[in-house]
């Protein structure tokens, strides 16, 4: 997913008719070239990210184990798509797979919002994986489906959030007056106006100029994005806040599923669940080295302590309830459940 669509997706999903819908003519035939029914799927990004990796290694297992019964193409770096489009391709059928962005689902689908909430600022990743992994992270794959129409397979990780910095930061007060490019969320903006900065809009193209010339004086990313465009070279520090969870969805129309003999549905289920481990496993591992050369390129990266992560929970766990109060679609039982195991 390209970061800055991401923050379009915080706030818009709509049901209807695409930017993509020319691809409508590309409405999948029952039957693959040389056999076989056809999966298309469609992602903006390309093969580096783990995500796609994850779609690769899905299709090429469930083609072997189906002795080419189910047959994959896939198109990438938006040849179709781009990310936020998906949603629209699944629910028409003009794709038969996808790895939606949580983001791009909040407005049809409120229960995805829980990978962004304040509780989840500081959790680790294993337990954030362990969040979808559960009955909680079901029930969220549930409502896509009720909403999309689709098939959900799995919830797959695309990394957490952090911040760069022009000077060093350690505690909340040391935001204190910065300009802090934020991706247009605005759950994110009230994080950085808790810290006593202030919000600032900046697409990513624009990024590393913006903070060549001191137009910003933080960023609010992730390092995955951050190391491609090499913002080392400007900003020089780091801290790995981890405040927000960035999650895919493994989707498929739903026209398409049912249409599938049983025993291939059984096993494309089972091929998810195996993928899905591998791919998490893949995306931390990722990041770590997204990190890694974030630091070789110069940047020195902080890892905040126990008692800092507790300053910085203290500061963003009361938008909590304010955010939930100004919306009510978002089940206050599964958050509830959902804090209660990412806390334990």
Do not use: C
Request: proline share 4%.
């Amino acid at each position: 997913m390209g970061e800055s669509d991401m923050a379009l997706g915080r706030r818009h999903f709509v049901i209807g008719v695409s930017a993509a819908a020319g691809a409508a003519a590309l409405a999948s035939p029952v039957q693959a070239q040389g056999g076989g029914r056809a999966v298309r799927y469609s992602t903006g990004q390309g093969q580096a990210n783990p995500k796609v990796q994850a779609a690769r290694r899905f299709g090429q297992l469930v083609e072997q184990r189906s002795n080419g019964e189910v047959r994959f193409t896939y198109f990438e770096n938006g040849q179709l798509y781009q990310d936020r489009d998906e949603p629209q391709a699944i629910r028409q059928g003009t794709i038969q797979m996808a790895t939606i962005a949580a983001v791009f689902l909040e407005a049809a689908v409120p229960n995805t919002q829980i990978y962004g909430l304040p509780f989840m600022f500081g959790v680790d990743p294993h337990k954030a994986k362990a969040l979808a992994k559960s009955e909680i992270g079901r029930a969220v794959e549930a409502q896509i489906e009720q909403r999309l129409g689709a098939r959900v397979l799995g919830t797959w990780y695309s990394g957490t959030t952090m911040y760069v910095t022009s000077k060093p930061v350690r505690m909340p007060d040391d935001f204190r007056g910065m300009r802090v490019r934020v991706a247009g969320s605005k759950l994110w903006e009230e994080y950085t106006r808790a810290l006593g900065a202030s919000p600032v809009a900046v697409s990513f193209g624009e990024l590393f100029t913006a903070a060549q010339q001191g137009l910003i004086d933080a960023i609010d990313s992730n390092a995955n994005a951050l190391s491609g465009i090499r913002i080392a070279q400007v900003m020089k520090h780091g801290i790995r806040t981890d405040h927000s969870t960035i999650v895919h969805m493994l989707a498929f129309n739903g026209a398409f599923w049912r249409g599938l003999p049983r025993p291939i549905q059984q096993l494309m289920e089972e091929v998810a669940t195996e993928t899905t481990d591998w791919e998490w496993d893949r995306g931390i591992a990722q990041m770590e080295e997204s990190y890694q050369k974030l630091a070789a390129d110069g940047m020195t990266i902080h890892r905040p302590s126990a008692a800092e992560v507790a300053a910085f929970r203290a500061r963003i766990l009361p938008l909590q309830d304010p955010y939930l109060a100004a919306n009510p679609n978002i089940d206050r039982e599964l958050v509830r459940r959902a804090q209660a195991l990412v806390s334990g």
